[in-house]
């Protein structure tokens, strides 16, 4: 079993930044792509950023050029740092692993994630 813990959250001013972490435990992969997801109150989860094992990135547009994703392999971690927040940005951002054959794979559906994470607060304020 794999367990993915989320950390870094918090509230911030609109044009701050934050940066999430997400460790993994427990089950180790070989490879895995992995992806940061956001909800909103009354809204449908939403893909945000994901990553292939190799270092490939594929940005949601909503935060393309604000958000970068990374990683660290050794050490089952992917971050996710986030500036020039907008109030818009506010929700519960969830890590989500996927193992993968090939290292160059990565997903924004979530349907293709097999592991999550609890999620963490992120709340911007205006």
């Known amino acids: 079993q794999v367990q993915l813990v989320e950390s870094g959250g918090g509230l911030v001013q609109a044009g701050g930044s934050l940066r999430l972490s997400c460790a993994a435990s427990?089950?180790?992969?070989?490879?895995?792509?992995a992806g940061w997801f956001r909800q909103a109150p009354g809204k449908e989860r939403e893909f945000v950023a994901a990553?292939?094992?190799?270092?490939?990135?594929y940005y949601a547009h909503s935060v393309k050029g604000r958000f970068t994703i990374s990683r660290d392999n050794a050490k089952n971690t992917v971050d996710l740092q986030m500036n020039s927040l907008k109030p818009e940005d506010t929700a519960v951002y969830y890590c989500?692993?996927?193992?993968?054959?090939?290292?160059?794979?990565?997903?924004?559906?979530?349907?293709?994630?097999?592991?999550w994470g609890q999620g963490t607060q992120v709340t911007v304020s205006s």
């Open positions: 989500a692993f996927a193992p993968t054959t090939f290292g160059s794979l990565l997903y924004s559906s979530d349907a293709e994630y097999d592991y």
């Open positions: 427990g089950r180790t992969f070989s490879n895995y792509a």
């Open positions: 990553i292939s094992w190799s270092g490939l990135t």
